[in-house]
């Protein structure tokens, strides 16, 4: 499972890479795929932020995965970065809301078991218990020009909203408790559609 998530978030040699958003640029991005900025040792809120989902394009279903990406200089030092999120369960509380003029609706979430076999729903008060291998569409991260060809990436999924709608969307992330052991580390939050089987 950790090969076939590091090859779902490295990119394709042969094809020419797009032009790569500096920090600032992708931090400014609304659109999904983005990614922002994100630290994991304090608890409290760490997300509140509203962006706009566009309808699944090529190579993707329209599963939106909300998760974390770790890198590192190699396929070794990405995997050390993404052990030490769930060294112990990494607990989240997490809330997606449809905005619709006026009127928020809250999108129902799911996350998958240890075991990787279910599907379990997250309940009303957001409440994840850990965090589990995933992958996103890596071709259109990359097209977004979120991808530097110099780390390799693996990615953690909290929560995933399934068969979602396109539209403009507001996320929020509580962390319950500190997590000392998590400063510093090669992190940062990242939402994309998954990837179609081929």
């Given at each position: 499972?950790?090969?076939?998530?590091?090859?779902?978030?490295?990119?394709?040699?042969?094809?020419?890479?797009?032009?790569?958003?500096?920090?600032?640029?992708?931090?400014?991005?609304?659109?999904?795929?983005?990614?922002?900025?994100?630290?994991?040792?304090?608890?409290?809120?760490?997300?509140?932020?509203?962006?706009?989902?566009?309808?699944?394009?090529?190579?993707?279903?329209?599963?939106?995965?909300?998760?974390?990406?770790?890198?590192?200089?190699?396929?070794?030092?990405?995997?050390?970065?993404?052990?030490?999120?769930?060294?112990?369960?990494?607990?989240?509380?997490?809330?997606?809301?449809?905005?619709?003029?006026?009127?928020?609706?809250?999108?129902?979430?799911?996350?998958?078991s240890r075991d990787r076999?279910?599907?379990?729903?997250?309940?009303?008060?957001?409440?994840?218990?850990?965090?589990?291998?995933?992958?996103?569409?890596?071709?259109?991260?990359?097209?977004?020009?979120?991808?530097?060809?110099?780390?390799?990436?693996?990615?953690?999924?909290?929560a995933e909203a399934s068969?979602?709608?396109?539209?403009?969307?507001?996320?929020?992330?509580?962390?319950?408790?500190?997590?000392?052991?998590?400063?510093?580390?090669?992190?940062?939050?990242?939402?994309g559609y998954g990837p179609?089987?081929?």
């Amino acid at each position: 499972m950790l090969l076939l998530a590091l090859l779902g978030c490295t990119a394709t040699p042969s094809e020419p890479a797009p032009k790569l958003l500096t920090a600032e640029e992708a931090a400014a991005r609304t659109v999904v795929p983005l990614t922002r900025p994100i630290a994991l040792d304090k608890a409290g809120k760490v997300v509140d932020m509203e962006f706009d989902l566009p309808p699944a394009g090529p190579g993707t279903v329209p599963d939106l995965m909300l998760g974390l990406r770790v890198w590192g200089i190699d396929a070794k030092a990405m995997l050390a970065q993404q052990s030490r999120i769930d060294v112990r369960p990494f607990a989240t509380l997490v809330h997606l809301q449809r905005l619709d003029g006026d009127s928020t609706v809250e999108t129902p979430l799911n996350y998958t078991s240890r075991d990787r076999r279910t599907e379990l729903s997250v309940g009303p008060d957001g409440a994840v218990p850990f965090t589990t291998v995933s992958s996103v569409a890596q071709g259109a991260v990359r097209s977004a020009g979120l991808v530097d060809e110099r780390r390799v990436y693996g990615v953690v999924r909290i929560a995933e909203a399934s068969r979602v709608e396109s539209g403009r969307y507001r996320l929020v992330i509580e962390l319950p408790s500190d997590r000392p052991d998590l400063q510093g580390l090669n992190v940062e939050l990242l939402l994309g559609y998954g990837p179609r089987s081929k």
